[in-house]
């Protein structure tokens, strides 16, 4: 028996001093010792339980209008030890960057560093109003008018746009600039917005939104946008094309310049979705190669944390054609300090301006934790996250296509991600039994079914921020699972077995949606 | 570079696996053109985090934090005392540094707690179901706009004065693109609230009337009869609430049959941030839920038949129906979400109340001392925690002497809507548990002083 450092070993009862025991696995908490169940708020609180303190409230007569409240609202509360340990009992059911490699593909999951947390929480920053007299918040305004410095330095391009919220949210923007520009110019008649079929799928979403038609683009058999079939369909009915760069079949669009020049030749404006930005940033200037708007994931290029789903931030780099038509509000350099244009009156220089997306000056604590980030590593450093982020997607690739295909093996370097299909699994078998697996092996699955151009997607990026050695246990990984998923391992077909759930039914769910909780002692209504 | 963990030994051996040379063999498929060789001009190289530390410090230094100062600003953003447990508990790495929950068997942590701020939500409008969570309150009030649109078939939102002027400046950007016809005008400022007027602007062209509850000047009024007059002509009744812990106090819109109903969350457990992130709230009766945009967790079984959660009705997302889908949503505010519902667990429906209680009783002391500022007048009859004066003078220009002062007086009208000459003298107060009785006296008197 191997013995700790102190000599000290645990205690273990003689062979043959204990009654065999009939444990069949089932625990009267449903507990599985580390593995906690956890009931729902609704089932453990109560509504006359709290874990805040509240200050009497001065003696008024109430002028509430004869609106005040009468009937409950049915929010139960938790003492705070008792709403401590629902949430710490909840969170060790969740997978997270913090405890092992996150290889979602086109997702980006590195390490979060806990300098852009503590920055974020100062209260200079995180205590400060929207709506603030500018002259007492000066250093806010800086940050921002630092951070667009370096997003319009990083990408070759123009100017910045701040406020979008998120990824999509930027997306839109970026269209909605396009047309604001189209109409200025009388072209309102270019009603179609082209799509690879490699996009995002909020591409089309957004052009739909945007008021466009969306017409997809096919990919060549190396898994790059069709130039000549982009090249045909160009035409004075065109806005544009959204193309996703590098791309997400994980390589760079070798013809990007082409592209962009063939679209403006034929009067159309270039979207490029900026979401694998991470894989070329310091080292690749995306606005040498024409294109006329990007969107950056603050969240993923520069490390804030996704918090389960959010909140993310989404500023887009305009061309120097596109700048005048970025909405309001942005904030300026003027002799006397920062300033923040955010009226809606035409003023000479933001006159055609789209108007105001967000209420807001957009997602400020993602704002201080990217420029936290860039400041850490610096141009040195910024460079070498693409290299080293490249150099691992790499590195993936050519450690596993023996064993799982690849379908652009052949297609170059990948960039910033991996990307594999289920052909040469065992009949029967697909790409979620690798995913689920990987699950049992302690791992997130990598992004699965996407891209679309590929059957049984396997999408895996592993980011700078894992070393070699993890990449190598996470490549053995994924080597045994695929192996006994070509081997037609049915014991594959019901993982995850060691997960807090077995696989859930995603079908029943929708079928019959249950989205807020109900009293089960009380009757529901006959259907 | 110590959030890097290669070596340069590793890198050699990573390339010879690869069967590459050096780094510059990978990126061979971009074309020269955009290669950058040297330094990135002007960013210098890479900082300890002590150097960092010291940067970001000392621009946070540069703004007047609430806490340093009386502090009365609201108008869609509001400062609320958040317990230091909230903070603890979402910086777990394993809330924080998850993503969105796309694979249920190890995400269900976010997932349960998910359908929790599901059920807290749609509890607190008074409406049947909720989403995951938007951006914010101006984008779920754009998206309600779009999901009025799809329900009735109709394209014209007639939107209240009472509604703020970014969310309208949101939803006319927006409509501009969509083709949504959009009605609206600046509010008067007076005790009363414009709910005759939109009533009768309603006709069978209309999908939908927007109104804020409470509104930009922190009026509050009954909204079931303009809930009737919407649905005598087939359109919905969007209500936005800006200030949910309202809603402790007074009646939910969903309880006068708002059929949709957004909020900005931001009042629980997120913090004022300058703006951003917060997170929206949206709701809506159970027989829209289909048009409903955003994210949704549902209850379901696992194999074993034990409870789980997974995001459903995906089918309504962009990731499958494109340009068909109910929106573009894709990444949303998770992380506030949870903050949000850490923070309404501790509260409960008793703190909640109490919270409300305080934060209406300090408002009435505020809104009365005010008032007696000589040339002060208060617009409001009835109001929560925010009510609007009207100076003798421009207010925008006394809000900028009182912040040369300390002092983060309100929200000037003239801020919100430049060049309305009849809103220029309105200043908006919001008055909350952080308010001590010092600030309003502070206040009062400094207003008093200026004024003179």
Redesign the interface.
């Known amino acids: 028996m191997t013995i700790n450092a102190s000599g000290w070993r645990p205690e273990r009862p003689e062979a043959g001093t204990t009654t065999a025991s009939a444990f069949t696995g089932n625990t009267f908490t449903g507990n599985r010792a580390l593995m906690l169940e956890?009931a729902?708020?609704?089932e453990i609180?109560?509504?006359?339980?709290?874990?805040?303190e509240?200050?009497?409230?001065?003696?008024?007569?109430?002028?509430?209008?004869?609106?005040?409240?009468?009937?409950?609202?049915?929010?139960?509360?938790?003492s705070?030890p008792e709403?401590?340990r629902?949430?710490?009992r909840?969170?060790?059911?969740?997978?997270?960057?913090?405890?092992g490699l996150?290889p979602?593909g086109s997702?980006t999951?590195k390490?979060?560093?806990r300098?852009n947390?503590?920055?974020a929480?100062?209260?200079?920053?995180?205590?400060?109003?929207?709506?603030?007299?500018v002259?007492?918040?000066?250093?806010?305004l800086?940050?921002i008018h630092q951070l667009a410095h370096?997003l319009v330095?990083?990408t070759?391009m123009h100017s910045v746009a701040m406020s979008p919220?998120?990824?999509?949210?930027g997306?839109?923007c970026g269209i909605?600039a396009i047309?604001a520009a189209l109409e200025a110019r009388g072209e309102g008649h270019r009603k179609v917005i082209l799509v690879p079929e490699s996009a995002?799928?909020?591409n089309?979403?957004?052009?739909?939104?945007?008021?466009y038609?969306?017409e997809d683009i096919p990919a060549t058999s190396e898994g790059r946008v069709d130039l000549a079939a982009l090249t045909a369909r160009l035409g004075p009915d065109v806005a544009g094309v959204m193309i996703t760069n590098p791309n997400t079949c994980g390589?760079?669009e070798?013809d990007?310049?082409a592209i962009s020049d063939a679209v403006h030749a034929a009067g159309g404006l270039v979207y490029c979705d900026g979401a694998n930005f991470n894989a070329?940033v310091?080292?690749?200037?995306?606005g040498?190669?024409g294109i006329d708007a990007m969107h950056i994931n603050l969240?993923k290029t520069f490390s804030t944390?996704?918090?389960?789903?959010?909140?993310?931030?989404g500023p887009v780099v305009f061309s120097e054609a596109l700048a005048p038509y970025a909405?309001?509000p942005f904030v300026e350099q003027t002799a006397d300090g920062f300033r923040l244009v955010e009226?809606?009156?035409a003023e000479e220089h933001h006159a055609g301006s789209?108007?105001?997306?967000?209420?807001?000056?957009?997602?400020?604590?993602?704002f201080?934790r990217a420029?936290?980030y860039?400041?850490?590593?610096?141009?040195?450093?910024?460079?070498?996250?693409a290299?080293?982020a490249?150099?691992?997607a790499?590195?993936v690739?050519?450690?596993l296509d023996d064993t799982l295909d690849a379908p652009f093996g052949a297609s170059?370097?990948c960039m910033h991600e991996a990307l594999f299909s289920d052909s040469n699994l065992a009949e029967g078998f697909s790409t979620i039994d690798v995913?689920?697996g990987l699950?049992d092996e302690g791992y997130?699955?990598m992004t699965m079914y996407?891209p679309l151009v590929v059957h049984g997607a396997m999408l895996v990026e592993p980011t700078?921020?894992?070393?070699?050695a993890?990449l190598d246990q996470f490549i053995g990984a994924l080597r045994s699972v695929a192996e006994r998923a070509k081997a037609g391992d049915v014991a594959l077909k019901?993982a995850?077995h060691f997960?807090?759930?077995?696989?859930?039914?995603?079908t029943?769910?929708?079928r019959k949606?249950?989205?807020?909780?109900k009293d089960p002692a009380v009757p529901l209504a006959a259907e | 570079?110590?959030?890097?963990?290669?070596t340069d030994t590793?890198?050699q051996?990573?390339?010879a696996?690869?069967?590459?040379k050096s780094?510059d063999?990978?990126?061979?498929?971009?074309?020269a053109?955009?290669?950058?060789d040297g330094?990135?001009?002007?960013?210098?190289?890479?900082?300890s985090?002590l150097?960092?530390?010291r940067?970001?410090?000392?621009?946070?230094?540069?703004?007047?934090?609430?806490?340093?100062a009386p502090?009365f600003?609201g108008?869609?953003?509001y400062?609320h005392h958040v317990?230091a447990?909230v903070?603890?508990?979402?910086?777990?790495?394993?809330?924080?540094?998850?993503?969105?929950?796309?694979?249920?068997?190890?995400?269900?942590?976010?997932l349960?707690?998910l359908?929790?701020f599901?059920?807290?939500v749609?509890?607190?409008l008074g409406t049947?179901?909720?989403n995951?969570?938007m951006?914010?309150?101006?984008?779920a009030c754009w998206e309600a706009i779009?999901m009025a649109r799809r329900v009735t078939k109709r394209a014209k939102a007639i939107l209240s004065t009472g509604l703020?002027p970014?969310?309208v400046?949101?939803a006319?950007?927006m409509a501009?693109?969509?083709?949504d016809v959009l009605e609206t005008g600046t509010p008067s400022l007076s005790a009363g609230t414009d709910i005759g007027a939109l009533i009768a602007a309603i006709d069978n062209d209309t999908s939908c009337v927007v109104v804020q509850y409470p509104d930009i000047l922190g009026r509050?009024?009954?909204l079931s009869e303009l809930a009737a007059a919407c649905h005598a002509k087939k359109a919905l009744l969007i209500a936005v609430v800006t200030e949910p812990v309202a809603?402790?106090?007074?009646?939910?819109p969903g309880?006068m049959d708002a059929d949709i109903v957004v909020g900005?969350g931001q009042s629980i457990g997120v913090?004022?941030?300058?703006?951003?992130?917060y997170v929206g709230l949206f709701g809506c009766k159970e027989k829209y839920?289909r048009q409903m945009p955003g994210?949704?967790?549902?209850?379901?079984?696992?194999?074993?038949g034990?409870r789980?959660?997974?995001l459903?009705?995906?089918?309504r997302?962009?990731?499958?129906?494109?340009?068909?889908?109910t929106?573009?949503?894709?990444?949303?505010?998770?992380?506030?979400a949870?903050a949000f519902s850490?923070h309404?667990?501790?509260?409960?429906?008793?703190?909640?109340?109490?919270?409300a209680?305080?934060n209406?009783?300090?408002a009435?002391?505020a809104?009365e001392r005010l008032a007696q500022v000589p040339g002060v007048e208060l617009v409001?009859?009835?109001?929560?925690n925010e009510f609007t004066l009207k100076l003798p003078v421009e207010a925008r220009p006394v809000?900028?002497t009182l912040?040369?002062r300390g002092i983060?007086a309100g929200?000037s009208l003239g801020?919100?809507y430049?060049?309305e000459a009849a809103l220029a003298n309105g200043l908006v107060v919001a008055v909350t548990?952080t308010t001590t009785m010092e600030d309003v006296e502070t206040l009062a008197s400094a207003l008093q002083e200026v004024l003179a």
Not at chain 1, 204 to 211: I, R
């Open positions: 956890e729902l708020i609704f609180g109560s509504t006359e339980t709290t874990g805040v509240v200050a009497a409230p001065a003696r008024v007569a109430s002028r509430l209008g004869s609106l005040d409240r009468s009937a409950p609202i049915g929010l139960p509360g938790l705070e709403a401590v629902h949430y710490t909840l969170s060790r059911q969740n997978y997270a960057i913090d405890l996150f979602l997702c999951m390490h979060n560093p300098l947390e503590k920055m929480r100062l209260p200079g920053f995180a205590d400060i109003h929207p709506l603030a007299p002259d007492t918040v000066q250093g806010a800086e940050v370096w330095t990083l070759g919220k998120a990824g999509a949210h997306e839109l909605l047309r995002h799928g909020t089309p979403a957004t052009a739909a939104f945007a008021g038609s969306v390589l760079f070798r990007m310049r070329i310091g080292r690749v200037r995306p040498d190669l969240h944390p996704h918090g389960g789903g959010g909140p993310g931030s909405p309001l009226e809606e009156t789209f108007g105001r997306m967000v209420a807001f000056q957009g997602q400020m604590g993602m201080t420029l936290t860039i400041l850490s590593h610096g141009a040195d450093g910024l460079r070498q996250v290299e080293d490249v150099l691992n790499n590195y690739l050519r450690s170059g370097p995913a689920k699950i997130h699955p996407f700078e921020t894992e070393s070699k993890a019901s995850p997960a807090p759930r077995s696989r859930l039914d995603e029943l769910a929708a949606p249950v989205l807020v909780w | 570079m110590r959030y890097l963990p290669l590793d890198r051996a990573m390339l696996t690869i069967g590459a780094i063999d990978l990126f061979v498929d971009v074309p053109i955009a290669q950058l330094p990135i001009h002007g960013l210098p190289g890479h900082a985090e150097a960092v530390e940067h970001m410090s000392a621009l946070a230094r540069k703004n007047l934090a609430a806490g340093d502090f600003l108008c869609g953003a400062r317990p447990s903070d603890h508990l979402i910086q777990r790495g394993e809330y924080l540094t998850a993503y969105t929950p796309y694979q249920p068997e190890i995400a269900q942590g976010t349960q707690m359908f929790e599901q059920t807290q749609a509890r607190l049947d179901v909720a995951a969570s951006y914010d309150g101006s984008t779009g703020h970014h969310y400046s949101v006319k950007t501009k693109f969509t083709g509050i009024e009954d809603l402790g106090a007074i009646r939910s309880e900005e913090g004022l941030q300058f703006g951003g992130p839920l994210r949704l967790c549902g209850e379901t079984l696992d194999a074993d034990r789980g959660f997974v459903t009705l995906s089918t997302e962009q990731h499958i129906r494109r340009e068909k889908a929106s573009n949503i894709c990444t949303n505010s998770g992380l506030c949870l850490i309404m667990t501790l509260l409960g429906e008793a703190g909640l109340r109490a919270l209680e305080t209406h009783a300090g009435v002391v809104a409001n009859t009835a109001f929560f809000v900028r912040a040369d983060l929200v801020r919100l430049p060049g548990e």
